[in-house]
């Protein structure tokens, strides 16, 4: 597995930077330290059918930190959902690939957010929903370590581990930033896996940058009588140092300096890209 | 429609019309579920929660995540009511109404109890008299304010069946007005015109039906007659009806449970001035400010809401120099 989620994270990267240098701005930090994880949710763990979007049966995704969804458009076009060219319509007039996923504009997309707290809440209640009909279908939905300041990010938690909703898997980014600088200057979060196990969600930490160790963390909540829920360690602009450098990358507008830093970028993921296929022939 | 008017008292509260719909509506649809943030017992739902724990879903003091969370319920085919007091089942949580449900096309009936003066001893903290203008502003949320437990009964079991956003607000032990008999059906976006004068016309809401059908009788006694409107669609907004009804009337008044800025009176105003009306219009309704405590008569008579209220507004229209 690990070879082709390597793979697929690079391609979901590049295309995230590709689309974002066309556009010229964007939610960059925040988009780059969940690429690895869209890459096993949509690579290998998420039962879904890119062909029929609305199929019944499918697990759903919530992308509860809505800002994020230029990786989450890349991996739905780099899927099949939509064609790749759509990519380069973000946030253009009349576009249907608006800064935040909204469902009844973007193939594949379940929930519309983008308003912090309401993905997680929507999450719950459709867990909750497959419960109830006794269905198999799994939810996976992720949540920003910044959206936690939002108490409705707890409420929902909170219902989660008391429904027992054990088809919900929660991942908390922690790339230890929002808008206006680090969580812990801002609002301290403190320790978020404590916090999550202290709602009574069966609490993990994972390395975000590790396809195995996101998988492995995913397939460990599985086994729970209850929602699981992995704390992503990441890196806000994860995987290009630059980026992650930049402090206050979480909209970034790409100028002078920062648009041959991305350019130079997409042309080391273009070539890692190739040297992966080459290995993998 | 199939209205008749009836004459038999039979003091029905509505959250006892609320237990008995819902109670149906469940072993009937089996996708119905009904959520709650800590009012089941204050809503008499106790037993009907006792008996589907499946479908019915106290969601404890978290009214946000309630809203968000039904509005994922419906996107997986569920057909979820929730409930809260009025103040918390709109203005608490107002962009998650507005996000996790209209926005993004989702489908959830909200029952808002104790509007406006039925806030009682739970006083000023309690008191919405914003709830129908916060939903009729967003886009496709249909607002329903019923008049009688007949007509709460029919929207409920036909909002149960139609796909979309609604918002519902009734007071919970009311004894009612009985409007309407049994059996009587109505349309979504269309009013109900109650008796036909040729002087005044008064559109009137919920409770203040009754209000405005008594002011009826007072201002007959004035040799005026008075046309009365049930106008419980505050939207869709039945503008057909409200142009058709003014022309030729000296004076038109609204009477709602609510602040009159944004509800039903503002409603009706823009139809009245895109329309070039001549005639006087007065909004009886709770004058911009907030509630208090008190039992709903004081509370009504201090809001200035009694039928009085209604008479002084027409003979004041009726004596103005224009």
């Known amino acids: 597995m690990t070879q082709n989620l390597k793979l697929f994270s690079a391609e979901i990267r590049l295309a995230t930077c590709k689309m974002l240098l066309h556009r010229g701005f964007g939610h960059l930090g925040g988009s780059l330290s969940i690429v690895e994880t869209l890459s096993v949710l949509f690579g290998e763990v998420m039962n879904v059918r890119p062909t029929e979007p609305s199929w019944r049966d499918r697990d759903f995704f919530v992308l509860s930190k809505g800002h994020a969804a230029p990786a989450y458009y890349s991996t739905l076009a780099l899927k099949g959902y939509f064609p790749m060219e759509m990519l380069d319509t973000l946030n253009d007039n009349g576009t249907n690939l608006p800064s935040h996923p909204d469902r009844l504009k973007v193939p594949g997309v379940d929930t519309t957010t983008g308003s912090l707290g309401q993905g997680i809440s929507m999450a719950v209640g459709i867990a909750k929903s497959f419960k109830i009909s006794k269905k198999d279908n799994r939810v996976f939905c992720i949540v920003g370590d910044g959206e936690c300041n939002e108490g409705q990010v707890w409420e929902a938690f909170q219902f989660a581990a008391h429904s027992k909703l054990n088809n919900l898997i929660i991942f908390i980014d922690e790339n230890l930033k929002q808008l206006d600088g680090f969580t812990t200057e801002i609002l301290n979060p403190f320790d978020l896996k404590e916090k999550a196990a202290a709602f009574g969600l069966y609490a993990v930490r994972a390395d975000g940058s590790n396809e195995k160790e996101i998988l492995d ?11 699981g829920c992995i704390i992503l360690s990441t890196v806000k602009g994860q995987g290009i140092k630059y980026f992650e450098d930049m402090m206050s990358n979480h909209h970034v507008k ?28 | 429609m199939n209205i008749v008017r009836t004459i038999e008292q039979r003091n029905i509260e509505m959250s006892k019309v609320y237990q008995d719909t819902m109670l149906e509506l469940l072993e009937t649809n089996g996708e119905v579920v009904i959520c709650d943030a800590d009012l089941v017992g204050a809503i008499g739902m106790t037993s009907v929660y006792n008996k589907h724990k499946d479908r019915c879903i106290n969601m404890g003091i978290c009214e946000a995540n309630m809203m968000s969370a039904a509005a994922g319920m419906s996107l997986t085919g569920k057909i979820p009511f929730v409930h809260s007091l009025a103040p918390f089942a709109v203005r608490r949580l107002f962009d998650q109404l507005y996000l996790s449900g209209a926005y993004q096309k989702a489908n959830v009936r909200v029952f808002g109890s104790d509007p406006g003066f039925w806030a009682s001893y739970n006083g000023g903290t309690h008191t919405s008299v914003e709830d129908l203008a916060l939903t009729r502003v967003i886009p496709n ?33 009311r004894k009612l007005l009985d409007l309407y008999a049994p059996g009587s059906t109505f349309e979504i976006g269309k009013g109900v015109v109650l008796c036909e004068g040729k002087d005044v016309v008064i559109f009137a809401i919920g409770e203040m039906i009754k209000e405005a ?36 009337k000296k004076v038109v008044v609204t009477a709602e449970n609510h602040s009159i800025i944004g509800g039903l009176g503002s409603a009706v105003a823009e139809v009245m001035a895109e329309n070039g009306s001549p005639a006087l219009l007065s909004r009886v309704g709770i004058q911009d400010h907030f509630g208090e405590v008190g039992t709903p008569e004081y509370l009504q008579a201090k809001f200035k809401l009694k039928a009085v209220d209604i008479v002084n507004a027409v003979i004041a229209q009726m004596e103005r120099k224009v």
Request: proline share 2%; hydrophobic share 45%.
């Open chain 1, 217 to 227: 963390a995913i397939n460990e909540c599985k086994e729970k009588d209850t929602t």
């Open chain 2, 141 to 173: 949320v249909t607002v329903l304010a019923p008049a009688d437990a007949v007509q709460f009964q029919w929207i409920l079991r036909e909002i149960a069946g139609k796909y979309g956003m609604f918002y519902v607000r009734a007071a919970r032990h």
């Open chain 1, 254 to 281: 790409l100028i002078g300096e920062s648009i041959n830093e991305m350019t130079k970028a997409i042309e080391e993921l273009e070539a890692k890209i190739e040297l992966m296929k080459g290995k993998s022939q």
């Open chain 2, 213 to 248: 059908l008594d002011a009826k009788e007072i201002l007959e006694k004035s040799s005026l007659s008075v046309t009365v409107v049930d106008m419980f669609t505050i939207k869709p907004l039945d503008k057909e009806l409200v142009r058709k009804v003014i022309q030729g």
